[in-house]
């Protein structure tokens, strides 16, 4: 032990193991580190030393680790860290994290302890206490051990909470953290989670016609498993027919499925082509389910999307409805929080309805944007999304006294929600059961569901560029600052279609430039994107040899 407190010499030699790539900068994006599974294992040794040091700031409480790259293809992988109440890590300690992950020898590993020890305060005497998960990628097990070498070196206390979906591990951490305290999360397990949601689902549809089979893409991913539990414990309460299951075979995971592919594409994963029956409802979860997307075919048998911007003026609009029949209308407010690539048709009807707020990509910023309402309902388009009720909210939930039958039913109902409604983080499996719920309550099917607002259509395009941090974005990603000029350009390809909107951001997950357009007609919103993204790739100097042929 050295006069700094750091077991310096057992770090080194841990360390030594886990030597960083020469040729790479890592960074902390959008939702933690995020590249090739292969390069991963000295950030991985890292990220155990970095989750210790936020345990020990946060007095011994228990932070937490996710292995997963979710819905990226699976040689990718990545780490995210959970804080103690189970949301994202907070903002601050990304840049440790960089710094940490960019050292290049040991010695300016133990420097940058040292120095992130001494700049955030850190108590080094204060014990430390890690729990942590993998998706099911196959690049995930070595990246745990390399995990629990950096736990080693700092003096973690770990808890493995093997293989499960992203948001378990949210829920642990929150459960772990409550525990034997008045606002309990749930028991700190695995089944705790999913009785916490099978039970307030069970209450909820109690007296609810049966409903039909839902068809779940689990992508051939960890949500598979997860998916399998949840559907023995729900039983007849909601029927549910798993597909894309297959986490065994090399290269399937989020490959032709998933909720990514279904959102980007804009079709049905092929897998379902025989089986799913006109008007019958069908969802997609990603790779490490925190994703949702819902479809149908219409009688014609044409696909219908049903993404997180229609989730959340379903799920907003019920919520209002039930704060209005339990008698608290004034007392609770809700409101909405969505980003730059929310359809312009949902802001337009969600904002004639209720306080809509744009912020930028990541679940952290929409989160915190949430959190700021009595209850707020955040989505991102791609399916990532919850509803969060804050502290006071909940306790006038408790108190509130209803003045007749129906007063006390829907609080009730609003309880429950409170139970099914993973609020520490977007939750596929939580939030297809709270859809299910207000289908149930609607008595709506997917095309009346559909029919709230049309979407505008669009068109998601993504661009390889030499650099995509070239690319720097403001007014919560709508407008590009740099590189500089291209913003006007857009904006003069943008007049040029009606309802014209297209944005350009860098992507926080991949490699890449994402590219966003939407316009009154299919075939303008395609064009716009295509045209957009030529003028992405050759702005960034790309390759005029490799240009891809779509782009304009
Ligand atoms: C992550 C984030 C999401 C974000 C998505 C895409 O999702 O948690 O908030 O929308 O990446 O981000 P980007 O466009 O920056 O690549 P997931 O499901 O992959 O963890």
Not at 302 to 325: N, Q, S, Y
Not at 460 to 482: G, I
Request: hydrophobic share 40%; proline share 5%; net charge negative.
């Amino acid at each position: 032990m050295s006069s700094s407190g750091l077991a310096v010499e057992e770090i080194k030699s841990l360390s030594e193991a886990h030597p960083k790539p020469a040729d790479i900068q890592f960074q902390y994006g959008t939702a933690g580190f995020r590249t090739l599974g292969s390069v991963l294992d000295s950030v991985m040794f890292r990220v155990g030393i970095i989750a210790g040091l936020r345990s020990k700031k946060c007095d011994g409480r228990t932070v937490g680790v996710m292995v997963t790259a979710s819905h990226n293809p699976e040689p990718d992988n990545g780490v995210k860290l959970v804080d103690p109440k189970g949301e994202m890590l907070e903002a601050s300690w990304e840049s440790y994290a960089t710094r940490l992950a960019n050292a290049t020898t040991n010695d300016e590993v133990i420097k940058t302890i040292e120095s992130i020890v001494e700049t955030a305060k850190i108590d080094l005497s204060k014990p430390a206490k890690v729990v942590y998960a993998r998706d099911t990628r196959p690049s995930g097990p070595t990246l745990v051990s390399a995990l629990e070498d950096g736990f080693k070196a700092i003096g973690v206390e770990p808890r493995n909470a093997g293989v499960t979906t992203t948001p378990v591990l949210h829920y642990l951490v929150r459960a772990i953290n409550t525990k034997g305290e008045r606002c309990s999360y749930g028991e700190d397990s695995e089944e705790g989670y999913f009785s916490k949601l099978g039970d307030a689902f069970k209450k909820l549809v109690t007296g609810r016609p049966a409903a039909s089979p839902l068809i779940i893409d689990c992508a051939n991913g960890v949500g598979a498993p997860a998916a399998e539990k949840l559907s023995e414990l729900l039983g007849n309460s909601l029927p549910i027919i798993l597909e894309n299951t297959d986490i065994t075979t090399k290269d399937v995971l989020n490959n032709g499925c998933g909720a990514d592919y279904v959102k980007t594409s804009q079709k049905l994963p092929p897998s379902l082509a025989n089986k799913l029956q006109p008007g019958q409802r069908a969802c997609s979860l990603d790779g490490d389910a925190d994703r949702l997307i819902y479809f149908y075919l219409d009688n014609r048998g044409a696909f219908h999307m049903l993404d997180g911007d229609k989730i959340a003026a379903l799920v907003a609009a019920f919520i209002v409805e039930l704060v209005k029949l339990a008698g608290l209308e004034g007392l609770i407010k809700v409101g909405v929080v969505q980003t730059a690539y929310a359809n312009g048709a949902s802001t337009k009807y969600l904002s004639e309805r209720l306080p809509v707020k744009c912020v930028p990509t990541g679940v952290k910023h929409l989160h915190h944007a949430a959190e700021r309402y009595d209850v707020g309902v955040y989505f991102e388009a791609n399916g990532h999304g919850t509803v969060l009720f804050s502290q006071v909210t909940m306790e006038t939930l408790a108190q509130h006294q209803p003045l007749s039958p129906a007063q006390s039913r829907a609080l009730e109902h609003l309880i429950s929600l409170t139970e099914l409604i993973n609020q520490t983080v977007g939750d596929a499996l939580s939030d297809m059961l709270l859809v299910e719920v207000v289908l149930s309550y609607k008595s709506y099917s997917g095309i009346e569901w559909d029919s709230l607002y049309v979407d505008l259509p669009n068109r998601l395009v993504k661009v390889v560029v030499a650099d995509r941090n070239a690319f720097k974005t403001e007014d919560a990603e709508r407008r590009l600052v740099s590189p500089e000029g291209l913003q006007q350009k857009i904006e003069g390809l943008m007049n040029r279609y009606q309802s014209g909107r297209s944005f350009v951001r860098p992507s926080g997950t991949e490699d890449v430039v994402r590219v966003y357009a939407e316009a009154a007609i299919k075939s303008q919103a395609d064009e716009l994107a295509f045209r957009v993204a030529g003028l992405v790739y050759d702005e960034a100097g790309g390759d005029p040899a490799n240009r891809p042929k779509e782009f304009l």
